[in-house]
T-cell receptor
Framework: GAVVSQHPSWVICKSGTSVKIECRSL??????MFWYRQFPKQSLMLMAT?????????EQGVEKDKFLINHASLTLSTLTVTSAHPEDSSFYIC?????????????FGPGTRLLVL | GQNIDQPTEMTATEGAIVQINCTYQ??????LFWYQQHAGEAPTFLSY??LDGLEEKGRFSSFLSRSKGYSYLLLKELQMKDSASYLC??????????WGAGTKLIIKP
């Protein structure tokens, strides 16, 4: 299957700092990538859909100015958590679409665990 | 609205067979995915069904009935490493995956 990487896998930062998370599709081009957040023992929550060359589409309740998404190339999308606070501590997972139109599968990166102190 | 219904938790014995059921309601339908998620890790893709019927892939099989809004994941010859959450995720008319809470599967020796 297709391979998606994420970096970093772990981040610990102080409250008020910004954190950038990278998501890369390693062996395929992804025009669409997705960013999810998952709190312990809860289901995946879609935050935004990242489209190469255009603005991201954010889900209701997700602050676009706080969670900045950039999809500058067909293999890279970044999520920047600006002015992070303890309540932003979570498991952030990206996924990328791969496959023929109408039969695309989402492949997930390994996730980034963020802890804001 | 859009809705996924799966059992919260199931327990099975090593070497046995277990079936995890999923019923769904979505705005449009473009197939259904099953993912496995081990604790603390990201989901991994297991299967994709877009037509009715059974898709077999090794120890895992997935079934879909679009008219009933129903799918199941069948796991055979269970191994301890199969202990994980199993997520049923239908894709809606916007090609967006709809996620439920998943089924936590506990395998006992």
């Amino acid at each position: 299957g297709a391979v998606v990487s994420q970096h970093p896998s772990w981040v610990i930062c102080k409250s008020g700092t910004s954190v950038k998370i990278e998501c890369r599709s390693l062996d395929f081009q992804a025009t669409t990538m997705f960013w999810y957040r998952q709190f312990p023992k809860q289901s995946l929550m879609l935050m935004a859909t990242s489209n190469e060359g255009s603005k991201a589409t954010y889900e209701q309740g997700v602050e676009k100015d706080k969670f900045l998404i950039n999809h500058a190339s067909l293999t890279l999308s970044t999520l920047t958590v600006t002015s992070a606070h303890p309540e932003d501590s979570s498991f952030y997972i990206c996924s990328a679409r791969s496959g023929a139109e109408g039969q695309e599968t989402q492949y997930f990166g390994p996730g980034t665990r963020l802890l804001v102190l | 609205g859009q809705n996924i219904d799966q059992p919260t938790e199931m327990t099975a014995t090593e070497g046995a067979i277990v079936q995890i059921n999923c019923t769904y309601q979505t705005s449009g339908f473009n197939g259904l995915f099953w993912y496995q998620q081990h604790a603390g890790e990201a989901p991994t893709f297991l299967s994709y069904n877009v037509l009715d019927g059974l898709e077999e892939k090794g120890r895992f099989s997935s079934f879909l009935s679009r008219s009933k809004g129903y799918s199941y994941l069948l796991l055979k010859e269970l191994q301890m490493k199969d202990s994980a959450s199993y997520l049923c995720a239908p894709m809606d008319s916007n090609y967006q995956l709809i996620w439920g809470a998943g089924t936590k599967l506990i395998i006992k020796p």
